[in-house]
């Protein structure tokens, strides 16, 4: 069965400071690869979605980017935190069609 | 623009009572996706909605899809408080993306 796995789980980061969330899928091969923002009381922003290793589009314009290092690995990273990148990130993956499964998410604070 | 819009946003019901969640589309798409989310937590798969027509049931919780309408509803049935949570639909928008609603908080009191 798959599995997906985010790390880590909660993050407190100054502002200014550097970004790197990570994600991977055990149990499946060539999966697209999703990320997502949620702030506070809010609804699902896609961020990034890639379909193969190297391949990332992104969705929203800001100082976050993301790679592909590896066919299961979905990294996010920043180089400088801004408050406003405070929330709860989730990656997710699907096969086939898009129907989509969710990590356990990275809760994220900036100060 | 696409849109995939929720109504209510916020729903505060008793537990026994029996409501119905509304997730109205913009775009052409047969597929629509039904998730729970709790406090704190990732999204859980609810259903998924391939059809026209197609309805599926899980406990006290009904969805269906009416694409010529481009509404999916959620019925929940005698609610109780562990229906507690704020459920997301979701819509195809291409073969590898998909569109969210911004979320119905359900809250159910005893």
């Known amino acids: 069965s798959q599995t997906i796995h985010q790390w880590p789980a909660t993050l407190v980061q100054p502002v200014g400071s550097p970004l790197s969330l990570e994600c991977t899928v055990e149990?499946?091969?060539?999966?697209?690869l999703y990320w997502y923002r949620q702030a506070a009381g809010r609804g699902l922003q896609l961020l990034f979605y890639s379909v193969g290793i190297g391949q990332i589009s992104s969705e929203v314009p800001q100082n976050l980017s993301a790679s592909r290092p590896q066919d299961r690995q979905f990294i996010l990273s920043s180089k400088k935190l801004l408050l406003s990148d405070s929330g709860f990130y989730l990656c997710a993956w699907s096969v086939r069609r898009p129907e989509q499964f969710f990590g356990p998410g990275t809760r994220l604070t900036v100060l | 623009e696409l849109k995939v819009e929720q109504n209510p946003l916020f729903l505060s019901m008793q537990e026994g009572k029996n409501y119905t969640i509304y997730c109205n589309y913009s775009?052409?798409?047969?597929?629509l996706y039904w998730y729970r989310q709790d406090p704190g937590k990732s999204l859980e798969s609810l259903f998924v909605?391939?059809?026209?027509?197609a309805v599926k049931q899980e406990g006290r919780l009904m969805a269906s899809l009416d694409t010529k309408a481009r509404l999916s509803t959620l019925h929940i049935t005698a609610a109780v408080h562990d229906l507690s949570a704020t459920y997301f639909c979701a819509v195809d928008i291409s073969r590898n993306d998909m569109r969210f609603g911004a979320g119905t908080r359900l809250t159910v009191k005893p």
């Open positions: 149990g499946t091969s060539n999966p697209n």
């Open positions: 909605l391939l059809s026209n027509g």
């Open positions: 775009t052409t798409s047969d597929r």
